[in-house]
């Protein structure tokens, strides 16, 4: 039996991952970025958060998660 994950997997633990990142940066952009008339730095922003979360997600699997729920504040 193997332990990876196959392709459908890592598509759904990226894209879970991803809408997290979508969330977190969405919210990191409207707390510190609100002054700013940028709209490239939002945008920056959110797509890095979406990628981050999404590679890390699909990398780590559970492990990512578990570390969220540790790390959170809404414990």
């Given at each position: 039996?193997?332990?990876?994950?196959?392709?459908?997997?890592?598509?759904?633990?990226?894209?879970?991952?991803g809408?997290?990142?979508?969330?977190?940066?969405?919210?990191?952009?409207?707390?510190?970025?609100?002054?700013?008339?940028?709209?490239?730095?939002?945008c920056?922003?959110?797509?890095?958060?979406?990628?981050?979360?999404?590679?890390?997600?699909?990398?780590?699997?559970?492990?990512?998660?578990?570390?969220?729920?540790?790390?959170?504040?809404?414990?």
């Amino acid at each position: 039996m193997s332990n990876k994950p196959d392709d459908l997997e890592k598509k759904i633990r990226f894209g879970c991952g991803g809408l997290f990142g979508f969330f977190l940066g969405i919210n990191i952009v409207t707390r510190v970025f609100l002054s700013s008339d940028e709209i490239l730095v939002f945008c920056t922003t959110i797509f890095f958060f979406v990628c981050i979360c999404g590679i890390l997600a699909m990398k780590q699997g559970d492990r990512f998660w578990s570390a969220l729920i540790r790390w959170s504040w809404w414990k």
